[in-house]
């Protein structure tokens, strides 16, 4: 089974602070994703990276930045939090050249609900 | 530019009866569909998906439709159980390219009473 593992739950940072979320996938794949999940708004791409040191910019990259040192690893960087970044931010990883009928599946992490005060 | 729509926020059925979802795309592009389901705290998780090359694929209770012409697929799932009361989320993707991103619906929150 895939994991996707995601360093908080729960995250209550104040206004301007520099915040870092973790995520952590065990299945080797290539493909790693941050998305917000915001009421009405549904779950829109922040970054995605396709390999190691590699980033693309998805819908809304303003405010966030992110690493990608290790293939299992890819880290999410608010440089100066404000308050409407509060969100529940999800983890998302996929594998590149996944059989037939599975692809672009991506395995989500738990989530981590961020609060900015 | 929502790309991937779902115009019902909400939806409540009775135990047993059929819940039908509903998705409306823009892009022609888009080529591979996927229905996931999030419980509260927790992530998103992969329920079915269709290729543009089939109308219909069928997973135990879950079916899901695609009209191409109309730009619109459905999740059905019958019977419904008080279990499958979460919400969906239709995701749609582009080109042959596996693993590339997902654009998401604003999802329907399914209400299923005993």
């Known amino acids: 089974d895939v994991k996707v593992t995601q360093s908080s739950r729960y995250l209550v940072k104040r206004t301007g602070e520099k915040v870092f979320l973790e995520c952590v996938q065990d299945m080797d794949h290539e493909n790693m994703f941050w998305y917000r999940q915001d009421p009405g708004l549904g779950l829109r791409l922040i970054y995605f990276s396709y390999d190691v040191k590699m980033k693309e910019k998805g819908d809304i990259p303003e405010g966030y930045s992110v690493s990608r040192e290790k293939k299992e690893r890819f880290s999410l960087i608010l440089e100066s939090a404000s308050t409407n970044q509060t969100s529940m931010y999800l983890c998302a990883s996929s594998l590149w050249g996944a059989p037939s009928g599975r692809r672009d599946t991506q395995y989500f992490g738990p989530g981590t609900r961020l609060t900015v005060l | ?114």
């Open chain 2, 1 to 114: 530019d929502q790309q991937v729509k779902q115009n019902s926020p909400s939806l409540s059925v009775q135990e047993g009866r059929i819940s039908i979802l509903n998705c409306d795309y823009t892009n022609s592009m888009f080529d591979y569909f996927l229905w996931y389901k999030k419980y509260p705290a927790e992530g998103p998780t992969f329920l079915i998906s269709i290729s543009s090359i089939k109308d219909k694929n069928e997973d135990g209770r879950f079916t899901v439709f695609l009209n191409k012409s109309a730009k619109h697929l459905s999740l059905h799932i019958v019977p419904s159980q008080p279990g499958d009361s979460a919400v969906y989320f239709c995701a749609a993707s582009e080109g042959e390219t596996s693993g590339s991103r997902l654009t998401f619906g604003e999802g329907t929150q399914l209400t299923v009473n005993p």
